[in-house]
């Protein structure tokens, strides 16, 4: 079974410090599909990022970067010079071959105060 | 134009009743889901279908049934409504295949009296 940790419940930070959700992950599958997510206040789940387990190159999208590290089984994501608007719930989720389903990690709720 | 959409966005019902909420997209995705997100927004698959075949089913009542009368449409019926079915229930399309995002509508927020 497919397991995803989200130590970090609620991290608050003001506008313009980065912030690091951390997320951890369990399979036996060699091959597995990771993602962020990301559910601002309207309810809303927005897709991120995709990462497959064979493609360790980390991401970097705007203020945004990803850090993969299959030897510590973590997904880390980064918000770099954090805003008001990137307050939200972020979720980490896994996929494997032959098992459809996302399997999410319990989310980090993010609020940037100005 | 909305890719995933559910209704109602609100449901607010009684103990006991019978509800259904609606899913449609416009992607031309193979594969449909229902999942459930409960207070403390933990987020767990129920179904899936691809293609209006059954291929997640986890443990769920049976009084959840999900129906797909094609590939562009997901409904899910809740029989004798329960307070624990309080919840918001979001549908996703996707592609088939586990590396292939998920697209979410905007939930539906279930209220049982």
């Not at chain 1, 060699?30 to 897709?47: A, C, D, I, M, N």
């Not at chain 2, 009542?61 to 309080?86: C, M, T, V, Y």
Request: charged share 20%.
């Amino acid at each position: 079974a497919q397991k995803v940790t989200q130590a970090q419940t609620e991290i608050s930070v003001v506008e313009k410090e980065d912030v690091t959700l951390d997320c951890v992950y369990e399979t036996r599958d060699t091959t597995y599909y990771l993602f962020w997510y990301k559910q601002p206040p309207s309810g809303e789940l927005v897709f991120l990022i995709r990462r497959n387990s064979f493609d360790e190159q980390n991401e970097i999208s705007g203020r945004y970067s990803w850090n993969f590290q299959k030897s510590t089984s973590s997904f880390n994501f980064t918000i770099t010079a954090s805003q008001v608007v990137d307050s939200a719930v972020y979720f980490c989720a896994l996929s494997v071959p032959n098992d459809y389903k996302l399997s999410f990690g319990a989310g980090t709720t993010v609020t940037v105060r100005a | 134009d909305t890719a995933v959409s559910q209704t109602p966005k609100y449901l607010v019902t009684q103990m006991g009743n019978d509800k259904s909420i609606k899913c449609e997209q416009n992607l031309g995705h193979d594969t449909m889901y229902w999942y459930k997100q409960d207070s403390k927004k933990f987020l767990k698959i129920m179904f899936s279908y691809n293609n209006k075949e059954l291929i997640i089913n986890e443990t769920v009542p049976n009084r959840f049934s999900p129906k797909s009368p094609d590939k562009a449409h997901l409904n899910l019926h809740i029989n004798s409504l329960e307070l624990g079915d309080s919840a918001v229930y979001f549908c996703a399309s996707s592609p088939l295949g586990p590396n292939q995002p998920q697209h979410f509508g905007d939930g539906t927020r279930l209220s049982i009296l």
